[in-house]
């Protein structure tokens, strides 16, 4: 499932390459055929996010408020398998495709579409001279829909499809506010309160490692910055959360805002401070550039040489090393 900073960036894009204009909606699929007869001819926005959720609001012109009953807006979660896959012309800039699935865990899951990416998602490569140039405005055409698309967005220079979202429907700006007070703290909203943080964590008895993936508690944050933000911060994943100090779940919400906001610029999680790459790279271990601990069990910890440990919990696989993260 795509971690927050992923929702983040394709908000960033989609306001890029669509804001302000008046677009086409259909499902090609069939499955959201009356919420894309709704938008077909709206003018989009913007775009927000919280955390994994995305919305989308949609007026009958490009001056209505965000705030006016007149705008209809679209949530979407991307779950385990969604994704967007864009396509257009020599002017519009965007990636190939935002979103689920990876080809290998960790893997960015983002290139850029054949005549370059975007300037809301710096990072990615542009083109190769090996590949014929994007057609000029006037001359591209959509290509048809590629398997169970549910949602086409459709503009002048280029087309945004949807498939396998785990949530996809129309809501009022009360629907919205309604999902959104379910919603933790964002690290990367600037609404986002630290100390509703802390407080939702103490509060509770679980286990910190188990509260920094409930959504109510924090907003966006999933199993690779869990693991490594609590490694950086010295914390056990088995600690109650009622059991950790104010200061140490402030410096974890410290940690996770510049290690997600460099997610955000670059579509791609990195968690290891240049000091701590080791030199040279243990055999087989290329994950030793990126993380500490995720996706490294019985190699040594980058901070201690501690074997990392794993074990499943809540359904998920939890990093930590025994030693740095003593309980």
Do not use: W
């Given at each position: 499932m795509p971690e927050g900073h992923t929702i983040h960036r394709l908000s960033a894009a989609l306001s890029e390459l669509y804001g302000g204009q008046r677009l086409a909606a259909f499902s090609p699929q069939g499955r959201f055929t009356a919420g894309a007869e709704r938008l077909d001819g709206q003018v989009l926005l913007g775009a927000q996010a919280h955390g994994k959720h995305l919305f989308l609001p949609f007026a009958p012109e490009a001056d209505v408020p965000t705030d006016d009953a007149a705008v209809t807006w679209l949530r979407i979660h991307l779950g385990l398998y969604g994704s967007w896959t864009f396509d257009g012309d020599a002017s519009f800039t965007a990636p190939h495709a935002i979103g689920a699935p990876r080809r290998r865990v960790g893997e960015r899951g983002e290139h850029a579409l054949a005549h370059g990416g975007g300037s809301a998602l710096s990072g990615l490569a542009g083109g190769s001279d090996d590949v014929p140039a994007a057609p000029a405005p006037g001359q591209w055409r959509a290509p048809e829909p590629r398997g169970a698309v549910r949602l086409r967005l459709l503009g002048e220079h280029g087309v945004a499809d949807l498939t396998g979202p785990a949530a996809c429907e129309l809501l009022d700006a009360?629907?919205?506010?309604?999902?959104?007070?379910?919603?933790?703290?964002?690290?990367?909203?600037?609404?986002?309160?630290?100390?509703?943080?802390?407080?939702?964590?103490?509060?509770?008895?679980?286990?910190?490692?188990?509260?920094?993936?409930?959504?109510?508690?924090?907003?966006?944050?999933?199993?690779?910055?869990?693991?490594?933000?609590?490694?950086?911060?010295?914390?056990s994943p088995f600690l109650s959360g009622a059991h950790v100090s104010q200061a140490r779940l402030r410096a974890v919400w410290d940690d996770l805002v510049p290690l997600m906001e460099y997610g955000v610029a670059t579509g791609f999680i990195t968690t290891v401070e240049p000091d701590d790459v080791p030199v040279p790279l243990p055999e087989g271990d290329d994950e030793a550039t990126r993380w500490y601990v995720y996706h490294r069990a019985d190699r040594p910890c980058l901070r201690c040489a501690t074997p990392v440990r794993q074990k499943e919990v809540a359904g998920r696989r939890l990093f930590w090393c025994p030693t740095c993260q003593a309980y």
């Open positions: 009360e629907g919205v506010a309604a999902v959104r007070r379910r919603l933790g703290p964002d690290p990367l909203r600037a609404d986002g309160d630290r100390e509703l943080f802390v407080a939702n964590v103490r509060r509770r008895r679980k286990a910190v490692g188990e509260l920094l993936m409930d959504q109510s508690v924090i907003s966006g944050v999933g199993n690779i910055y869990r693991a490594e933000t609590l490694l950086r911060c010295g914390i």
